[in-house]
Protein backbone atom coordinates (compact mmCIF):
# COMPACT_ATOMS: atom_id res chain seq x y z
CA UNK A 1 0.00 0.00 0.00
CA UNK A 2 1.48 3.63 -0.61
CA UNK A 3 -1.15 5.27 1.59
CA UNK A 4 0.73 8.23 3.98
CA UNK A 5 -0.38 5.84 7.17
CA UNK A 6 0.64 2.37 6.52
CA UNK A 7 0.05 -0.82 8.00
CA UNK A 8 0.50 -1.95 10.78
CA UNK A 9 -0.80 1.20 12.96
CA UNK A 10 -0.90 0.68 16.46
CA UNK A 11 -4.14 2.22 17.80
CA UNK A 12 -4.36 5.41 19.69
CA UNK A 13 -5.39 3.92 23.37
CA UNK A 14 -7.21 5.03 26.56
CA UNK A 15 -6.48 5.13 30.04
CA UNK A 16 -9.33 4.58 32.91
CA UNK A 17 -11.14 8.02 34.64
CA UNK A 18 -13.56 8.10 37.10
CA UNK A 19 -15.81 10.38 35.94
CA UNK A 20 -17.06 12.52 33.31
CA UNK A 21 -15.63 16.45 34.17
CA UNK A 22 -17.21 19.34 33.36
CA UNK A 23 -14.43 20.20 30.59
CA UNK A 24 -14.09 22.13 27.05
CA UNK A 25 -11.55 20.07 25.76
CA UNK A 26 -12.57 16.93 25.56
CA UNK A 27 -14.60 15.29 23.22
CA UNK A 28 -16.85 12.69 24.10
CA UNK A 29 -18.28 9.32 22.26
CA UNK A 30 -20.04 6.11 23.22
CA UNK A 31 -17.53 3.50 23.93
CA UNK A 32 -18.81 0.41 21.57
CA UNK A 33 -18.24 -2.82 22.82
CA UNK A 34 -16.66 -4.90 19.96
CA UNK A 35 -13.36 -5.18 18.52
CA UNK A 36 -11.29 -2.43 17.67
CA UNK A 37 -10.99 -1.99 13.97
CA UNK A 38 -8.24 -0.01 11.99
CA UNK A 39 -9.32 -0.34 7.96
CA UNK A 40 -6.47 0.78 5.55
CA UNK A 41 -8.20 1.02 1.62
CA UNK A 42 -5.59 1.63 -1.32
CA UNK A 43 -7.97 1.47 -4.35
CA UNK A 44 -8.88 -2.25 -4.80
CA UNK A 45 -6.83 -3.13 -1.99
CA UNK A 46 -9.01 -3.10 1.55
CA UNK A 47 -7.09 -4.44 4.91
CA UNK A 48 -8.89 -4.56 8.47
CA UNK A 49 -6.60 -4.64 11.25
CA UNK A 50 -7.20 -5.62 14.65
CA UNK A 51 -5.64 -4.03 17.96
CA UNK A 52 -3.04 -6.64 18.00
CA UNK A 53 -2.11 -5.68 14.32
CA UNK A 54 -3.87 -8.41 12.93
CA UNK A 55 -5.12 -8.70 9.54
CA UNK A 56 -8.84 -9.59 10.16
CA UNK A 57 -10.26 -9.77 6.82
CA UNK A 58 -10.95 -13.50 6.56
CA UNK A 59 -13.11 -13.32 9.12
CA UNK A 60 -15.53 -10.48 8.04
CA UNK A 61 -16.00 -10.90 4.37
CA UNK A 62 -19.62 -8.66 4.45
CA UNK A 63 -17.56 -5.85 6.16
CA UNK A 64 -14.85 -5.54 3.12
CA UNK A 65 -18.01 -5.67 0.72
CA UNK A 66 -20.06 -2.63 2.54
CA UNK A 67 -16.43 -0.63 2.58
CA UNK A 68 -15.15 -1.27 -0.81
CA UNK A 69 -18.33 0.44 -1.64
CA UNK A 70 -18.97 3.01 0.69
CA UNK A 71 -15.50 4.35 1.05
CA UNK A 72 -12.97 6.36 -1.23
CA UNK A 73 -10.36 4.98 -3.12
CA UNK A 74 -7.37 6.24 -1.20
CA UNK A 75 -8.12 6.04 2.68
CA UNK A 76 -7.02 5.31 6.78
CA UNK A 77 -9.96 5.02 9.21
CA UNK A 78 -9.82 3.80 13.15
CA UNK A 79 -13.14 2.73 14.57
CA UNK A 80 -15.07 -0.55 15.47
CA UNK A 81 -16.31 -3.86 14.57
CA UNK A 82 -19.94 -4.53 16.13
CA UNK A 83 -22.56 -6.83 15.74
CA UNK A 84 -26.57 -5.80 16.46
CA UNK A 85 -29.15 -8.21 17.72
CA UNK A 86 -32.39 -7.39 19.12
CA UNK A 87 -31.47 -3.67 19.07
CA UNK A 88 -28.43 -4.06 20.94
CA UNK A 89 -24.26 -5.32 20.28
CA UNK A 90 -24.17 -8.39 20.97
CA UNK A 91 -20.72 -9.49 21.68
CA UNK A 92 -20.75 -13.28 21.79
CA UNK A 93 -21.60 -12.81 17.93
CA UNK A 94 -18.75 -11.22 17.27
CA UNK A 95 -16.19 -13.61 19.23
CA UNK A 96 -18.33 -16.36 17.39
CA UNK A 97 -17.01 -14.91 14.01
CA UNK A 98 -13.08 -16.02 15.42
CA UNK A 99 -13.58 -19.55 13.54
CA UNK A 100 -11.09 -21.08 11.18
CA UNK A 101 -13.85 -22.79 9.31
CA UNK A 102 -14.57 -20.37 6.15
CA UNK A 103 -18.04 -22.21 5.79
CA UNK A 104 -18.85 -21.11 9.50
CA UNK A 105 -17.33 -17.68 8.90
CA UNK A 106 -20.01 -17.22 5.63
CA UNK A 107 -22.76 -18.52 7.17
CA UNK A 108 -22.60 -16.23 10.07
CA UNK A 109 -21.68 -13.33 7.59
CA UNK A 110 -24.90 -13.81 6.39
CA UNK A 111 -27.13 -14.89 9.86
CA UNK A 112 -25.43 -11.89 12.06
CA UNK A 113 -23.85 -9.67 10.08
CA UNK A 114 -21.20 -6.99 11.10
CA UNK A 115 -20.97 -3.21 10.79
CA UNK A 116 -18.10 -0.89 11.14
CA UNK A 117 -18.24 1.78 13.19
CA UNK A 118 -15.78 4.53 12.37
CA UNK A 119 -14.47 7.23 15.35
CA UNK A 120 -11.21 8.73 13.69
CA UNK A 121 -9.75 9.71 10.57
CA UNK A 122 -6.01 9.33 10.08
CA UNK A 123 -5.06 9.58 6.25
CA UNK A 124 -7.47 10.67 3.36
CA UNK A 125 -6.02 10.48 -0.22
CA UNK A 126 -2.40 12.11 0.31
CA UNK A 127 -2.94 13.69 3.41
CA UNK A 128 -1.45 12.50 6.86
CA UNK A 129 -4.41 13.59 9.17
CA UNK A 130 -2.21 11.84 12.47
CA UNK A 131 -0.73 14.90 13.13
CA UNK A 132 -4.20 17.23 13.18
CA UNK A 133 -6.42 17.77 16.11
CA UNK A 134 -8.95 15.73 17.15
CA UNK A 135 -11.00 18.62 16.50
CA UNK A 136 -10.13 18.57 13.16
CA UNK A 137 -9.72 14.90 12.19
CA UNK A 138 -13.50 14.64 13.55
CA UNK A 139 -14.43 17.01 11.77
CA UNK A 140 -13.06 15.82 8.09
CA UNK A 141 -15.15 12.23 9.13
CA UNK A 142 -18.30 13.89 9.34
CA UNK A 143 -17.82 15.28 6.05
CA UNK A 144 -16.06 11.74 4.78
CA UNK A 145 -19.77 9.88 6.24
CA UNK A 146 -22.36 12.09 4.13
CA UNK A 147 -24.84 9.53 5.52
CA UNK A 148 -22.83 6.49 3.27
CA UNK A 149 -20.48 5.65 6.26
CA UNK A 150 -21.19 4.52 9.75
CA UNK A 151 -19.83 6.97 12.44
CA UNK A 152 -20.06 7.12 16.17
CA UNK A 153 -21.75 10.75 17.64
CA UNK A 154 -20.10 12.74 19.53
CA UNK A 155 -20.62 15.88 21.99
CA UNK A 156 -18.26 18.37 23.32
CA UNK A 157 -21.32 18.89 26.23
CA UNK A 158 -20.07 17.11 29.46
CA UNK A 159 -24.05 16.56 30.67
CA UNK A 160 -24.93 15.21 27.20
CA UNK A 161 -22.19 12.40 27.68
CA UNK A 162 -23.25 11.68 31.29
CA UNK A 163 -26.69 11.57 29.68
CA UNK A 164 -25.39 8.73 27.23
CA UNK A 165 -23.17 7.38 29.98
CA UNK A 166 -26.61 6.55 31.55
CA UNK A 167 -28.92 5.48 29.05
CA UNK A 168 -27.08 3.91 25.63
CA UNK A 169 -25.90 1.08 28.37
CA UNK A 170 -28.82 0.11 27.43
CA UNK A 171 -28.52 -0.79 23.85
CA UNK A 172 -25.35 -2.96 25.57
CA UNK A 173 -22.78 0.19 24.47
CA UNK A 174 -19.81 0.42 27.56
CA UNK A 175 -19.58 3.56 28.60
CA UNK A 176 -17.90 6.58 27.17
CA UNK A 177 -14.54 7.77 26.17
CA UNK A 178 -13.29 11.28 25.93
CA UNK A 179 -10.55 12.48 23.71
CA UNK A 180 -8.54 15.68 24.02
CA UNK A 181 -9.64 18.22 21.61
CA UNK A 182 -6.04 19.78 21.09
CA UNK A 183 -4.27 15.72 20.27
CA UNK A 184 -2.95 14.57 17.75
CA UNK A 185 -3.55 11.07 16.94
CA UNK A 186 -0.95 8.98 19.14
CA UNK A 187 -0.56 5.44 17.82
CA UNK A 188 -0.01 3.09 20.72
CA UNK A 189 -0.06 6.13 23.33
CA UNK A 190 -3.24 6.30 26.20
CA UNK A 191 -4.11 9.81 25.06
CA UNK A 192 -7.76 9.08 25.27
CA UNK A 193 -10.05 8.78 28.73
CA UNK A 194 -12.34 5.93 29.15
CA UNK A 195 -15.41 5.96 31.95
CA UNK A 196 -16.86 2.52 32.01
CA UNK A 197 -19.80 1.29 33.70
CA UNK A 198 -18.88 -0.06 37.06
CA UNK A 199 -21.17 -2.41 39.66
CA UNK A 200 -20.88 -5.11 42.66
CA UNK A 201 -22.04 -8.43 42.98
CA UNK A 202 -21.60 -11.16 45.97
CA UNK A 203 -21.34 -14.70 44.56
CA UNK A 204 -20.66 -17.55 45.86
CA UNK A 205 -16.72 -18.98 45.40
CA UNK A 206 -17.33 -22.66 44.16
CA UNK A 207 -13.65 -23.09 43.30
CA UNK A 208 -10.29 -22.02 42.30
CA UNK A 209 -7.14 -22.56 39.88
CA UNK A 210 -3.78 -22.43 41.06
CA UNK A 211 -1.29 -19.81 39.93
CA UNK A 212 0.58 -21.05 36.39
CA UNK A 213 3.95 -20.22 38.27
CA UNK A 214 4.14 -21.91 41.38
CA UNK A 215 3.54 -25.58 42.40
CA UNK A 216 -0.43 -26.59 43.17
CA UNK A 217 -1.42 -25.72 46.76
CA UNK A 218 1.28 -22.72 47.22
CA UNK A 219 -0.42 -19.85 45.54
CA UNK A 220 -4.12 -18.98 44.17
CA UNK A 221 -4.43 -17.94 40.61
CA UNK A 222 -7.81 -17.12 40.23
CA UNK A 223 -11.37 -17.71 41.93
CA UNK A 224 -14.56 -19.06 40.25
CA UNK A 225 -17.66 -17.26 40.94
CA UNK A 226 -21.28 -18.93 41.07
CA UNK A 227 -24.93 -17.34 41.22
CA UNK A 228 -27.86 -19.31 42.12
CA UNK A 229 -30.73 -19.14 39.33
CA UNK A 230 -34.88 -18.88 40.90
CA UNK A 231 -34.39 -22.97 40.43
CA UNK A 232 -31.54 -23.14 42.77
CA UNK A 233 -29.07 -24.37 40.32
CA UNK A 234 -25.50 -22.49 40.86
CA UNK A 235 -24.06 -21.73 37.58
CA UNK A 236 -20.28 -20.16 37.14
CA UNK A 237 -20.55 -16.47 35.99
CA UNK A 238 -16.94 -15.80 35.96
CA UNK A 239 -13.82 -15.18 38.06
CA UNK A 240 -12.00 -12.92 40.47
CA UNK A 241 -7.77 -12.49 40.10
CA UNK A 242 -5.02 -9.77 39.60
CA UNK A 243 -4.13 -10.66 43.48
CA UNK A 244 -0.67 -9.91 44.68
CA UNK A 245 1.86 -12.17 45.19
CA UNK A 246 1.49 -12.59 48.90
CA UNK A 247 -1.83 -12.48 48.75
CA UNK A 248 -2.09 -15.14 46.55
CA UNK A 249 0.00 -17.42 49.02
CA UNK A 250 -2.58 -16.62 51.61
CA UNK A 251 -5.70 -17.18 49.90
CA UNK A 252 -4.15 -21.13 49.42
CA UNK A 253 -3.66 -21.28 53.17
CA UNK A 254 -7.28 -19.63 53.48
CA UNK A 255 -9.11 -21.89 51.23
CA UNK A 256 -7.31 -25.39 51.37
CA UNK A 257 -9.93 -26.33 54.61
CA UNK A 258 -12.69 -25.63 51.56
CA UNK A 259 -11.00 -28.44 48.93
CA UNK A 260 -13.39 -31.09 48.20
CA UNK A 261 -13.39 -34.18 46.46
CA UNK A 262 -16.96 -34.82 47.68
CA UNK A 263 -20.29 -33.98 45.83
CA UNK A 264 -20.26 -30.62 44.18
CA UNK A 265 -22.90 -28.67 41.96
CA UNK A 266 -21.08 -28.71 38.75
CA UNK A 267 -19.43 -31.95 38.67
CA UNK A 268 -20.99 -35.11 38.05
CA UNK A 269 -24.74 -36.05 38.50
CA UNK A 270 -25.18 -32.60 40.05
CA UNK A 271 -24.48 -31.10 37.22
CA UNK A 272 -27.96 -30.39 35.21
CA UNK A 273 -28.76 -29.64 31.30
CA UNK A 274 -28.60 -25.59 30.59
CA UNK A 275 -25.94 -25.31 33.52
CA UNK A 276 -22.92 -23.06 33.04
CA UNK A 277 -19.58 -24.66 34.36
CA UNK A 278 -16.21 -23.95 34.19
CA UNK A 279 -14.68 -24.91 31.64
CA UNK A 280 -14.15 -28.85 31.03
CA UNK A 281 -16.06 -29.42 33.96
CA UNK A 282 -16.17 -33.05 33.08
CA UNK A 283 -12.48 -33.75 32.45
CA UNK A 284 -11.07 -30.41 35.64
CA UNK A 285 -8.02 -32.37 35.81
CA UNK A 286 -7.00 -32.24 32.71
CA UNK A 287 -4.21 -29.52 31.80
CA UNK A 288 -6.70 -27.72 29.54
CA UNK A 289 -8.42 -26.10 32.40
CA UNK A 290 -7.56 -27.21 35.88
CA UNK A 291 -9.41 -26.06 38.67
CA UNK A 292 -10.02 -27.24 41.74
CA UNK A 293 -13.51 -27.44 43.23
CA UNK A 294 -14.58 -25.47 47.06
CA UNK A 295 -17.14 -26.34 49.26
CA UNK A 296 -19.64 -23.00 48.03
CA UNK A 297 -20.01 -21.82 51.64
CA UNK A 298 -17.75 -18.92 51.05
CA UNK A 299 -18.95 -15.51 49.73
CA UNK A 300 -17.36 -12.47 48.19
CA UNK A 301 -18.05 -9.50 46.86
CA UNK A 302 -16.53 -8.35 43.13
CA UNK A 303 -16.72 -5.58 41.26
CA UNK A 304 -17.72 -5.91 37.76
CA UNK A 305 -18.27 -3.81 35.01
CA UNK A 306 -20.94 -5.78 32.69
CA UNK A 307 -22.54 -8.98 32.00
CA UNK A 308 -22.81 -11.26 28.45
CA UNK A 309 -24.03 -14.41 27.60
CA UNK A 310 -28.20 -14.30 27.80
CA UNK A 311 -29.63 -16.28 30.01
CA UNK A 312 -28.08 -17.42 32.49
CA UNK A 313 -25.65 -14.07 32.01
CA UNK A 314 -21.83 -14.47 33.23
CA UNK A 315 -19.60 -11.52 34.12
CA UNK A 316 -18.04 -10.17 30.83
CA UNK A 317 -14.59 -9.71 31.82
CA UNK A 318 -12.48 -10.66 35.24
CA UNK A 319 -14.16 -9.16 38.62
CA UNK A 320 -12.11 -7.42 40.63
CA UNK A 321 -12.05 -8.39 44.56
CA UNK A 322 -13.67 -5.97 46.97
CA UNK A 323 -14.02 -7.99 50.24
CA UNK A 324 -15.19 -11.22 51.77
CA UNK A 325 -19.16 -11.06 52.64
CA UNK A 326 -19.28 -13.82 56.17
CA UNK A 327 -23.00 -12.19 56.47
CA UNK A 328 -24.04 -13.33 53.29
CA UNK A 329 -25.92 -16.97 53.08
CA UNK A 330 -24.39 -18.78 49.76
CA UNK A 331 -27.84 -19.62 48.97
CA UNK A 332 -28.91 -15.69 49.31
CA UNK A 333 -26.67 -15.05 46.18
CA UNK A 334 -28.63 -14.90 42.89
CA UNK A 335 -28.75 -13.47 39.99
CA UNK A 336 -31.22 -10.77 40.83
CA UNK A 337 -28.64 -8.48 42.22
CA UNK A 338 -27.21 -8.18 38.70
CA UNK A 339 -28.23 -4.98 37.52
CA UNK A 340 -30.11 -4.81 34.13
CA UNK A 341 -29.73 -1.77 32.14
CA UNK A 342 -32.99 -0.23 30.76
CA UNK A 343 -33.59 -1.38 27.13
CA UNK A 344 -32.43 1.44 24.27
CA UNK A 345 -32.77 0.97 20.75
CA UNK A 346 -29.16 0.81 19.03
CA UNK A 347 -30.06 2.71 16.32
CA UNK A 348 -30.97 5.41 17.69
CA UNK A 349 -27.47 5.78 19.32
CA UNK A 350 -25.87 6.60 16.07
CA UNK A 351 -27.91 9.81 16.09
CA UNK A 352 -27.16 10.96 19.48
CA UNK A 353 -30.90 9.75 20.61
CA UNK A 354 -32.58 8.43 23.38
CA UNK A 355 -35.41 5.71 22.42
CA UNK A 356 -36.22 3.37 25.03
CA UNK A 357 -37.54 -0.06 23.56
CA UNK A 358 -39.66 -2.53 25.44
Known amino acids: MSLPVAPPVKPMLAKAATRIPDSDTLLFEPKWDGFRCLVFRDGPELTLQSRALKPLNRYFPEVLAELAD ?202 VEGQRLPGGVNRWRSTEQPWVPLRPERVVEVGYEHTEGGHPARLRHTAQFVRWRPDRDPASCGYAQLEEPARYDLDAVFHGEVRRTR
Do not use: N, Q
Open 70 to 271: TLPERVVLDGELVIGRGGRLDFDALTERIHPAASRISALAESTPASFVAFDLLALADRDLTGEPTSVRRDELTVLADGRLRITPATTDPPTARHWFDLFEGAGLDGVVGKPLASPYAPGKRVMLKYKHSRTADCVVAGLRWHVHTAPGESVGSLLLGLYDDAGVLHHVGVVGAFAAKRRTELAAELSPFITEGAHPWLGDAV
